[in-house]
Structure formats: C-alpha cells, structure tokens
C-alpha cells in the first residue's frame, strides 16, 4: 500500500475516535447554550404577560374608583353628613342600591365620622351594613387621615372578599364627617383568569395569595405566616375562615426580585366555604407516605414575579418547566445530530483526500515514466521543430496576405459608402428641384398678370430651395468629420407647415384633404429645422401617394406632448403596409413602388435624421384602415443653474422602433453618411 495511502487511512480513524469522545461535549453544550437562551426568551415573555395580567388587575381596580371620591361631593351625601336624618338616609338609602346596581359595583355605603353605617346600597338584604360600624377597617383609618383608602379582605357581615376604596366626605371642605366607601368584587377576574391556561397568582402585602387562576392556591401564605403573626392576622379576618396554610413548596424558593426562579409546587387541596364549615381543612402534619406522593407528584415551575407598588401587592407567573425541558432536549438532539453530521463529512472528505493521494502517487509514477520515454524520443522532437519552424514562417507569410486583404475591404468599404451618399445626394436634390421648377412656373405667370407680390414670394422660396441644395452638396466638403451642434432647439409647427405648404405647392397632395390639428403652447424641440422639414415632407409625400387612388383621399397630422415628448402622427387612409413588409420598411433601398418611382432611400434617411436628434420613428397600420407614422423628438426645458442664467435641456428618448439594430452614435462620418447608412 502506498504510504499517504496509510497517512491518510490513520487520519480517518482519528477523526472517527474524536468524533465519538467530543459527542456528549457538543450535545452538553448546546443544551446549555440553549437553556439560557430560552430562559432569556421565557423571562421577556413572562415580562410581557405579567404586564398584561397587571393592567388587567389594575383596570378591574380602577373601575370603581371614581364612585367614591365623586359621592363624597353629592349633595344628598353632604346632607346626610350634616343632619343624619332617617328621611335623608332612606332616600340615600335607594340612590346607593340604584347605583350600585348601575355601575356593577358590590356594595356602596356611607359611615360617619365615628365609623357606623348610615346609608348602604344592600339595605334592604339580610347582611345589611346599616347599623354596623367599620372604624377599625384600615381603609377608615385611612380616609380619616385624609387620604383615599384601598383595602382588600372579606367581608365582616358578607363574609365575601372584595376590595374596598374609601374617600373622606368634607361637607365645608375641612371638618371630617365621614368615610364614603365602595367595594368591588374580584371573583371575575378570578373565573377569567382561571378559565386561563396560565398560572397566576397575586399576594397582599402580607404574601397571601388572595387572586389567582387555580383554585386550590387561593389564600395560602407564599412562604408560610410567623406563628407571632398568625393570631392577629385570623383575628382581624380580613381572610374569613381560611387557615391560611403555605403554598405546597416541595422545592426551590420564590423570586425576590425581577429575576426567574425554579421551584417545585405538590398537588394541593382545594378549600371552600363548604369545607372550611365542615372542618376538613384543618392543617396537619402529613405522614412518610403522603410525603413521599407529594415529592413523586411535585410539578416544577418557571416564575416570575412583578410588583404592584400603589397596593403593596406582587403577581407571579408560573410557566410549566417542561417546556423548557423538552426544547432543551429537542437542542440536545439537533446540537448531537449536527456534531454526527459535521464530523462525519469531514470523515468522507478525508477517506476522499486518501483517494485523491493515491491517484497522485499513480500519476507521480506515470509521469516520470513519461519523462523516460521523452528522453528516448528527443531526437524526433527536434526534426518536429524544424518543421514547426517552417510553419511558422509560412503563418506569417499568410497573416501578411491577410491584411493586405482587409486593407483592400476597407477600401472598398469607402467606395460602397461614396455610392450610397450619392444615391441620396440625388434624392436629397430632387425634391427642391422639382419645387423649383414649379415655383419659378408659377412666378413667371404671376409676373405675367401683374401679381408681383406672389412672384415675390415665390423667388423667394426658390432661394430658400437653392440655398439647402447648397447645404447639402456642402456634406461632400465634410464627408471626413461631423459637423457641432448641429440640432438645436426648434419650433415644430414652423417646419411642419412648410412641408404642408411645398407639398401643396408641389401638387403631390393631389386632391388630398389635409387635416392639420394644432396644439397650442407646445414645447421647443431638439432638431435641425431644415432636416426636420425634410422628414415632414418625406412623410406626407409617402401618404399623398398611398391615398392618391381613393375616392375622398385624406391625410391626417395630430401633435401630441407625452412624458417629456413630443409626438407627431401622420395618417393616410390607403391601403396601409404589408405586414412583411413592416420590419424592413426602413432598410436603405427597400421600397414598395414601381420601378423608377423611387430609390428606397427616402424613409431610411427620415430614419437616420431623426436617431441623430435623439428621436425615433416608426410606422404601423390603423385599425380603420391605412396606415400611421409617428415621429417622437425630445422636449427642450428650461433650467435655470446657479448664477442666475437657463439652460436647456433635452428628455431623454428611447428608441422603440423595431428591427433596427445599426447605431449612429459615434461615428466618425459626417450626419449625411449616417442617414445613408443606418436601418
């Protein structure tokens, strides 16, 4: 065997080994690493719920509160305070019971400054609190010092529990006559709670459990009461009967302070009014046996406890701890699974690289056994030289010939585009020159009837024409370079009406109805004027002949301003354009008309001038018949820069025509060769 074969095969097994020594490290720490992440999570959502639980409390509190400290200041009250009189209690007597029925509290009552009953809402009930005096209730105490008093015990004569706010009544504002006192009861928010999933608990200021969701919890002590305490507290019954036995701590302790604590609580006995009269509640010692059920039967909990500062009350939730045991497990499992997964990659990876190695060492062996065999045939290499040698020499010889040939293409290249510049030198002049003809016609009858004025206009139009037939063989002095700046802004309907009015003048119209829709305040666009009247006029002349075989010919121009553009829509009413004909109506040379009637260089040039302006043109058929060409060209805005001064500036135009694929920007060629040669 090969020895990084034996290197490698001995990594594997110690990577295997370790695998197998690390797997209970890696599953003990991620439980751990995960048990303080949960009790993190389960700490801020405890937080969250205790909040919840509180505001719930605090609103049941507060929904009362109000009654006393408002009837403190009723007139039938203050009344009642001064002169004590039976008519006035009696009627004070039905306005409690009325409103005590109203606003859902338990019990609603006035006493006087010595703390007898006068007035009570239950007055006419058995456990009436007429007659009966409370002064020794720390919420009279408290309202007697001037204070609103907040109390919770049960009841003297009810013997149900409740919480009682208290308010001083003051009838001249200053002398004390007398306590006005409400109590609500809980036992709703007592059913609501334990129709809940969660066990909450709320103690007193003595850390008795006096609201809670399980029923077996309620009036127990959290940590058990001092026996020097135990005599007061039951003589005062603010808990009624109830022996007041320690919550069933098997184990751990209650939190003292905004952390989380595990304790362990046993099943408990459930007391009720039944059974507190029937004597079963009576505390005992429980024997060995009960004991030990008790600790098999202990169910942990997670707590957390919030304190409720204005009543001297804290509220605990307890979260079930096999939550956090089975997520704890489920991240022991995951964190193991992980560990046998990584491991046992590397273990592949390794048996791969002990592969790897050997195919090395074979080729290692194949290749100085190669470089024997080259030793033996040097001599046939070097004769193998000489001949690439030649080979060489005659590539060289080839590459040579091969520029000699592209040099001559380029030359020829030139003399295509001399061609093609001056098919459209033709096309360009034979317009003007038939309009010249005409317009001098046309002068010589006027100058003949006397109409100078017309034979004005008409010289001078033909001097306009003769002066852009001068432009344009002036491209041939410029066929080398591009001219600058050579669109600028333009007023599109002056252009546009000159094309209408040579067109008129012309007589390629015919007989055709030009309908001509203006649109006022329309923008200045980015063009050259003379060009642009030279895309007008190549257009219309296109529809006057596709109409001019109809019976009411009828050519249409529409101006439209859109998203920073400008579109100009030209439409005939013919017969419209193939649709095969569609993809390759701008291509140089293409054209649909008789022999002789045109070069095909027309709507290729209004292709050409107008990508040079930033624009584009496409053409497409009606739906009503005949066919439309809209020309879009760039808006020219005003901006106004930082000293004061406006520019302008030009939207930008995409070019949605097509089939064209030829790019006249950045070219090196004067603007005339880019209309003769872009599609």
Same mark, same amino acid.
């Given at each position: 065997?090969?020895?990084?074969?034996?290197?490698?095969?001995?990594?594997?097994?110690?990577?295997?080994?370790?695998?197998?020594? %690390?797997?209970?490290?890696?599953?003990?720490?991620?439980?751990?690493?995960?048990?303080?992440?949960?009790?993190?999570?389960?700490?801020?959502?405890?937080?969250?719920? !205790?909040?919840?639980?509180?505001?719930? %409390?605090?609103?049941?509190? @507060?929904?009362?509160?109000?009654?006393? *400290?408002?009837?403190?200041?009723?007139?039938?009250? %203050?009344?009642?305070?001064?002169?004590?009189?039976?008519?006035?209690?009696?009627?004070?007597?039905?306005?409690?019971?009325?409103?005590?029925?109203?606003?859902?509290?338990?019990?609603?009552?006035?006493?006087?400054?010595?703390?007898?009953?006068?007035?009570?809402?239950?007055?006419?009930?058995?456990?009436?609190?007429?007659?009966?005096?409370?002064?020794?209730?720390?919420?009279?105490?408290?309202?007697?010092?001037?204070?609103?008093?907040?109390?919770?015990?049960?009841?003297?004569?009810?013997?149900?529990?409740?919480?009682?706010?208290?308010?001083?009544?003051?009838?001249?504002? +200053?002398?004390?006559?007398?306590?006005?006192?409400?109590?609500?009861? !809980?036992?709703?928010?007592?059913?609501?709670?334990?129709?809940?999933?969660?066990?909450?608990?709320?103690?007193?200021?003595?850390?008795?459990?006096?609201?809670?969701?399980?029923?077996?919890?309620?009036?127990?002590?959290?940590?058990?009461?001092?026996?020097?305490?135990?005599?007061?507290?039951?003589?005062?019954?603010?808990?009624?009967?109830?022996?007041?036995?320690?919550?069933?701590?098997?184990?751990?302790?209650?939190?003292?302070?905004?952390?989380?604590?595990?304790?362990?609580?046993?099943?408990? #006995?459930?007391?009720?009014?039944?059974?507190?009269?029937?004597?079963?509640?009576?505390?005992?010692?429980?024997?060995?046996? +009960?004991?030990?059920?008790?600790?098999?039967?202990?169910?942990?909990? !997670?707590?957390?406890?919030?304190?409720?500062?204005?009543?001297?009350?804290?509220?605990?939730?307890?979260?079930?701890?096999?939550?956090?045991?089975?997520?704890?497990?489920?991240?022991?499992?995951?964190?193991?699974?992980?560990?046998?997964?990584?491991?046992? =990659?590397?273990?592949?990876?390794?048996?791969?690289?002990?592969?790897?190695?050997?195919?090395?060492?074979?080729?290692?062996?194949?290749?100085?056994?190669?470089?024997?065999?080259?030793?033996?045939?040097?001599?046939?290499?070097?004769?193998?030289?000489?001949?690439?040698?030649?080979?060489?020499?005659?590539?060289?010889?080839?590459?040579?010939?091969?520029?000699?040939?592209?040099?001559?293409?380029? #030359?020829?290249?030139?003399?295509?585009?001399?061609?093609?510049?001056?098919?459209?030198?033709?096309?360009?002049?034979?317009?003007?020159?038939?309009?010249?003809?005409?317009?001098?016609?046309?002068?010589?009858?006027?100058?003949?009837? &006397?109409?100078?004025?017309?034979?004005?206009?008409?010289?001078?139009?033909?001097?306009?024409?003769?002066?852009?037939?001068?432009?344009?063989?002036?491209?041939?002095?410029?066929?080398?370079?591009?001219?600058?700046?050579?669109?600028?802004?333009?007023?599109?309907?002056?252009?546009?009406?000159?094309?209408?009015?040579?067109?008129?003048?012309?007589?390629?119209? &015919?007989?055709?109805?030009?309908?001509?829709?203006?649109?006022?305040?329309?923008?200045?666009? =980015?063009?050259?004027?003379?060009?642009?009247?030279?895309?007008?006029?190549?257009?219309?002349?296109? +529809?006057?002949?596709? $109409?001019?075989?109809?019976?009411?010919?009828?050519?249409?121009?529409?101006?439209?301003? @859109?998203?920073?553009?400008?579109?100009?829509? *030209?439409?005939?009413?013919?017969?419209?354009?193939?649709?095969?004909?569609?993809?390759?109506?701008?291509?140089?040379?293409?054209?649909?008309?008789?022999?002789?009637?045109?070069? &095909?260089? &027309?709507?290729?040039? $209004?292709?050409?001038?107008?990508?040079?302006?930033?624009?584009?043109?496409?053409?497409?058929?009606?739906?009503?018949?005949?066919? $439309?060409?809209?020309?879009?060209?760039?808006?020219?805005?005003?901006?106004?820069?930082?000293?004061?001064?406006?520019?302008?500036?030009?939207?930008?135009?995409?070019?949605?025509?097509?089939?064209?694929?030829?790019?006249?920007?950045?070219?090196?060629?004067?603007?005339?060769?880019?209309?003769?040669?872009?599609?």
């Amino acid at each position: 065997m090969l020895k990084t074969s034996i290197s490698a095969k001995r990594s594997a097994r110690l990577v295997l080994a370790g695998m197998l020594i %690390l797997l209970p490290v890696t599953v003990w720490l991620t439980t751990e690493l995960w048990r303080e992440t949960r009790l993190v999570e389960i700490t801020e959502d405890g937080r969250n719920k !205790l909040e919840l639980y509180r505001s719930n %409390l605090q609103g049941a509190i @507060k929904e009362h509160e109000y009654l006393p *400290i408002t009837l403190a200041s009723d007139k039938r009250i %203050l009344d009642l305070a001064l002169h004590s009189s039976p008519s006035d209690a009696a009627e004070v007597n039905l306005y409690l019971e009325k409103l005590a029925a109203d606003s859902g509290a338990s019990d609603i009552y006035f006493m006087d400054r010595n703390g007898t009953t006068i007035a009570a809402s239950n007055w006419n009930s058995d456990a009436s609190f007429v007659g009966r005096n409370f002064a020794f209730r720390p919420y009279f105490k408290q309202a007697e010092a001037g204070l609103t008093g907040h109390y919770f015990a049960f009841g003297i004569t009810s013997n149900v529990p409740g919480y009682y706010i208290s308010h001083p009544v003051r009838p001249n504002g +200053a002398a004390f006559e007398g306590v006005m006192v409400v109590k609500t009861h !809980l036992e709703t928010l007592v059913q609501r709670w334990a129709r809940g999933n969660e066990n909450v608990l709320v103690t007193d200021e003595n850390g008795i459990v006096i609201i809670t969701s399980r029923p077996e919890w309620r009036f127990r002590a959290l940590t058990g009461i001092p026996p020097e305490d135990r005599p007061e507290l039951m003589l005062s019954r603010k808990y009624g009967e109830y022996p007041l036995d320690p919550m069933p701590v098997h184990q751990g302790e209650w939190p003292g302070d905004d952390g989380i604590s595990i304790l362990s609580l046993a099943p408990a #006995q459930v007391i009720t009014p039944k059974t507190l009269q029937s004597g079963q509640a009576a505390t005992a010692k429980p024997d060995a046996e +009960a004991s030990g059920k008790a600790k098999n039967d202990a169910k942990p909990y !997670l707590v957390i406890r919030s304190p409720l500062p204005k009543q001297g009350w804290n509220i605990y939730l307890l979260t079930d701890k096999a939550v956090l045991d089975q997520s704890i497990l489920t991240a022991g499992f995951i964190g193991g699974a992980m560990h046998i997964i990584i491991m046992g =990659t590397i273990f592949v990876l390794l048996q791969r690289r002990r592969a790897m190695l050997e195919q090395i060492e074979i080729r290692d062996w194949s290749q100085r056994e190669l470089e024997r065999q080259v030793r033996l045939r040097t001599a046939d290499l070097m004769s193998t030289n000489l001949r690439l040698a030649e080979e060489i020499s005659e590539r060289r010889r080839t590459e040579d010939a091969l520029r000699t040939a592209q040099a001559e293409l380029v #030359q020829a290249g030139k003399l295509a585009a001399l061609g093609q510049m001056s098919a459209g030198i033709a096309h360009e002049i034979n317009q003007p020159l038939t309009a010249i003809r005409s317009y001098a016609e046309n002068a010589l009858k006027f100058i003949a009837r &006397g109409n100078d004025e017309t034979a004005s206009r008409n010289l001078g139009r033909i001097s306009e024409l003769t002066e852009r037939m001068g432009r344009i063989t002036n491209h041939l002095k410029t066929f080398a370079r591009r001219p600058k700046h050579d669109a600028h802004p333009v007023q599109l309907a002056e252009p546009l009406e000159k094309a209408i009015d040579l067109l008129r003048e012309t007589g390629r119209a &015919g007989l055709a109805d030009i309908r001509y829709q203006a649109l006022e305040n329309l923008p200045k666009v =980015t063009a050259e004027e003379n060009q642009l009247e030279q895309v007008f006029l190549n257009i219309l002349s296109n +529809a006057a002949d596709a $109409c001019r075989d109809e019976e009411f010919p009828e050519i249409g121009i529409m101006l439209e301003e @859109k998203d920073g553009r400008v579109l100009v829509a *030209i439409t005939d009413n013919g017969p419209g354009i193939l649709p095969e004909n569609l993809p390759k109506l701008f291509d140089p040379f293409f054209t649909t008309k008789p022999f002789g009637d045109g070069l &095909g260089l &027309g709507l290729s040039i $209004c292709y050409g001038i107008m990508r040079s302006f930033g624009g584009t043109i496409r053409a497409e058929n009606r739906p009503i018949g005949g066919a $439309c060409f809209t020309i879009e060209l760039r808006c020219i805005e005003q901006v106004s820069g930082h000293d004061g001064t406006s520019t302008s500036t030009s939207s930008p135009m995409p070019d949605t025509t097509s089939g064209q694929t030829a790019e006249t920007e950045g070219a090196e060629t004067d603007l005339l060769v880019h209309r003769m040669i872009a599609p």
